[in-house]
Structures are given as structure tokens and as C-alpha cells.
């Protein structure tokens, strides 16, 4: 399966994006979803996990209360909603999927998920 980005873009501090991450096949369901974003001159970092079952949802502290992650639909697999955008948000940011569930200690792990897209650019201006 292939996945795909959309909704970056440019905004001003303070305000929102919605992330997608679209799935090519229809069919794919997978348990485990999540975000990561990789800042200029930075390290790819975690954002935020979803599984399906059981039904947890993590965040990294530094978008805790701002950003929430959700299970889409048909080809949309999972959305990233961010709010009250920060400057320190700047980044590409990756969707990434496991068909099967990654136990809660390996959520923040880029590596357990199987499947990643191309990144979307958000650019935050303060």
C-alpha cells in the first residue's frame, strides 16, 4: 500500500491545519497510525499515534493539547488536526501505518511502522 499526504501549507501562528493521509487501496485498514515530522536540521521526531484495538492515542509532550490524531475512512486511513500552530511546528510531516498493532512502548518508534508517505510541508510565520 502507498500513502500520501495532503493538507500542509502555510499559516500563520496561531492558527490550524488538518493533515490527511490518504491509503491507494481502499481496502487497508490498518491498526496502528501515526504521525512524524522532521524539522529543518532536525531529527524525524514523533507527533502522535492511534490504534485501533485497543483504542489508545499518544502524543509527543510538545503538541500535547493542540494537535489530535483520528481514524479516517474508506481511502483516508488517519488525520492530524493542529491547532494554536507554532513557529517550532515547521516541518515536513509524514503520515506512517502498521497493518498489524505496535505494542504502546513502540509507538514513538519510526521503525516499527511499515509503511510511510512522502511528507507534506507545514510552514508556521510567526
Known amino acids: 500500500v502507498q500513502l500520501e499526504e495532503s493538507g500542509g501549507g502555510v499559516v500563520q501562528a496561531g492558527g490550524s491545519l488538518r493533515l490527511s493521509c490518504g491509503a491507494s487501496e481502499r481496502t487497508y485498514n490498518p491498526n496502528t497510525m501515526a504521525w512524524f515530522r522532521q524539522g529543518p536540521g532536525k531529527e524525524r521526531e514523533f507527533v502522535a499515534a492511534?490504534?485501533?484495538?485497543?483504542?489508545?492515542?499518544v502524543y509527543a509532550d510538545s503538541v500535547k493539547g493542540r494537535f489530535t490524531i483520528s481514524r479516517g475512512n474508506a481511502e483516508i486511513t488517519h488525520y492530524l488536526q493542529m491547532n494554536n500552530l507554532k513557529s517550532d511546528d515547521t516541518a515536513v510531516y509524514y503520515c506512517a501505518t502498521n497493518l498489524n498493532r505496535i505494542v504502546l512502548t513502540g509507538l514513538r518508534l519510526a521503525h516499527a511502522y511499515a509503511n510511510w508517505g512522502q511528507g507534506t510541508q507545514v510552514a508556521v510565520s510567526s
Open positions: 492511534l490504534t485501533r484495538s485497543p483504542n489508545n492515542a
